[in-house]
Structure formats: structure tokens, C-alpha cells
């Protein structure tokens, strides 16, 4: 089992990835994080935001289900949000380079580095 720094560390080894965080979403505070090109602070606590209102909405439908990944594409970047099956309540901010990055493979880095990361 890996730290959360050195979970990150690894996500970061990822062709285009700038940053990533780990989020506590009860209170939107990061655990860990690394790199640079977003603001890391007010991303989490905005992200919390869109974790939240998701299962709120699977709730209201219904949906006996768990959320893999959210994923967001932006003019030049991928913001992905992945909440953690180990630890309920937090989840994986994970931002990419939408030019330099290949998204299949950032999203099975970024399974593979929650299974091994430890708390």
C-alpha cells in the first residue's frame, strides 16, 4: 500500500498530468496534493460540490449504484473526479493536459493508484 503522497506522485507520472488531490468531500479540504496549473483549494471545495449533488441525484433516482469516475472535458483540459471504494467519503482530483494526455490510459492510472493507496 502506497501513501497518498506517493499515490499522487505516481498519478502525476502520467503523459499531460499537471495536478492532483485527495478531498475529504464532507468538508471539502484536500488530504494531500501535488502539482500545479489549478488551484487546487478552491477546486476541491468546488468539486465537492459536484461529488455531492451527483449522489444526491442518484439518490432521488433511485440508483442502487456507485459512482467509477466523473468526468469533466474542458477546452484544454480533463478534470477527473473519482471517489474512493476503500474510504468512503473521499475522493481523487485528478487534472490533465487535454493535448498531451491520453484519457483511457489516465483513468486506468488513476483506478490503479486507488486500489494501492493507502490511509
Known sequence: MASIQSS???LLTADGALCAAVVD?????M???????????VA??????????????MRALGLNDTIED??????KQYHLLRPMAQKEG???????????SNLAL???KLQDVEKDMAF
Not at 466523473?70 to 477546452?75: A, E, V
Open 31 to 41: 488530504l494531500g496534493a501535488i502539482g500545479t496549473g489549478v488551484d487546487l483549494e
Open 8 to 10: 499522487l506522485e505516481n
Open 90 to 100: 473521499v475522493f481523487i482530483y485528478f487534472v490533465l493536459d487535454k493535448a498531451k
Open 25 to 29: 468531500s464532507a468538508s471539502g479540504m
Open 106 to 108: 489516465a483513468r486506468r
Open 44 to 57: 476541491a471545495a468546488g468539486n465537492t460540490e459536484v461529488v455531492r449533488a451527483k449522489l444526491k441525484t
Open 70 to 75: 466523473i468526468l469533466i472535458t474542458l477546452g
